[in-house]
């Protein structure tokens, strides 16, 4: 078993910058891919950032890509996504996402292990 927990979130102006962290615990999380999603109010549930155990390959949603980035320390156990340039449309609740590989990297039904979610909200 693997449990994820987020911070970092909080409240910031359009243009502003805020990173996520996502720790992880309970076994080893390097063989683990893992990747952040979001749900804005109202919305379903959307893929943002991933990236592998290796750090070799990262995936972002056209919505994020050149403004976000996602990275990860195995030796602290965490993922990180720095999120810069953030507009209104950016506020949802983000989630941590992870699991083993092989996995289909956007698509939120292939991972097991979810953090409870941490709020980002972009004032105009």
């Known amino acids: 078993q693997v449990q994820l927990v987020e911070s970092g979130g909080g409240l910031v102006q359009a243009g502003g910058s805020l990173r996520l962290a996502c720790a992880a615990s309970g076994r080893t999380f390097t063989g683990f891919a893992a990747a952040w999603f979001r749900r804005a109010p109202g919305k379903e549930r959307e893929f943002v950032a991933y990236?592998?155990?290796?750090?070799?390959?990262?995936y972002y949603s056209d919505a994020v890509m050149g403004r976000f980035t996602i990275s990860r320390d195995n030796v602290k156990d965490t993922v990180y996504l720095q999120m810069n340039s953030l507009k209104p449309e950016d506020t949802a609740v983000y989630y941590c996402a992870a699991d083993v590989p092989p996995l289909g990297a956007t698509r939120w039904e292939d991972y097991d292990y979810w953090g409870q979610g941490t709020q980002v909200t972009v004032s105009s």
């Open positions: 990236i592998n155990p290796s750090s070799s390959n990262s």
